[in-house]
């Protein structure tokens, strides 16, 4: 009779074991990919024609994105970056400084993503051309839709020089909702 009940003791305590691993991993990482693309114009200090990027200047910039977890599949984004004080020089003798920035993503319906970078800013050669933004960004909070939202990936943005100079951008990662 004991080993009767040690057997139904022993299935109960693998079904339970099977349901925690089923139902806790599917719950508790419940995610999508989210990749984010866009295109508008930026203004700034660090936009200046002729000028090098600096310690402490700012790019601002912002326009229309398009995105697989965004309800129409389109909607806006800014983005504003501030540069740092550690320089360091490229190859061709253009300025990269460390880099952090909040930005927004606004869905077609209004929700909104909310989010935080770090990285570099890096003129694409000589001092005072084009430069770039590659850094992570991590969700920082959201509302309708993303109103839970969490999760991070990769930013790179491109930036031709002079007020209202086209950007680009794009963002990778995961996304929780």
């Not at 700012?58 to 540069?83: E, H, M, Q, R």
Request: one cysteine or more; glycine letters at 16%; aromatic letters at 10%.
């Amino acid at each position: 009779m004991t080993s009767r009940w040690m057997n139904l003791m022993l299935a109960l305590l693998a079904l339970a074991v099977a349901l925690v691993f089923a139902a806790g991993p599917a719950s508790a990482w419940a995610f999508s990919d989210f990749q984010v693309n866009g295109a508008g114009t930026a203004g700034g200090t660090c936009q200046a024609a002729m000028t090098p990027i600096a310690s402490g200047c700012v790019s601002n910039s912002g326009g229309d994105v398009i995105g697989g977890v965004l309800p129409t599949g389109a909607g806006t984004y800014t983005l504003s970056l501030t540069a740092g004080t550690a320089i360091a020089t490229n190859s061709e003798s253009g300025t990269c400084l460390p880099a952090n920035s909040t930005g927004q993503i606004v869905a077609g319906d209004g929700s909104v993503i909310n989010f935080k970078t770090v990285g570099w800013i890096c003129e694409e050669s000589f001092a005072s051309s084009n430069y770039h933004y590659n850094g992570t960004y991590r969700i920082d909070s959201g509302t309708g839709q993303f109103a839970t939202a969490a999760g991070g990936g990769s930013l790179a943005a491109t930036f031709v020089k002079g007020l209202d100079g086209p950007t680009f951008m794009k963002m990778n990662g995961t996304i929780s909702y």
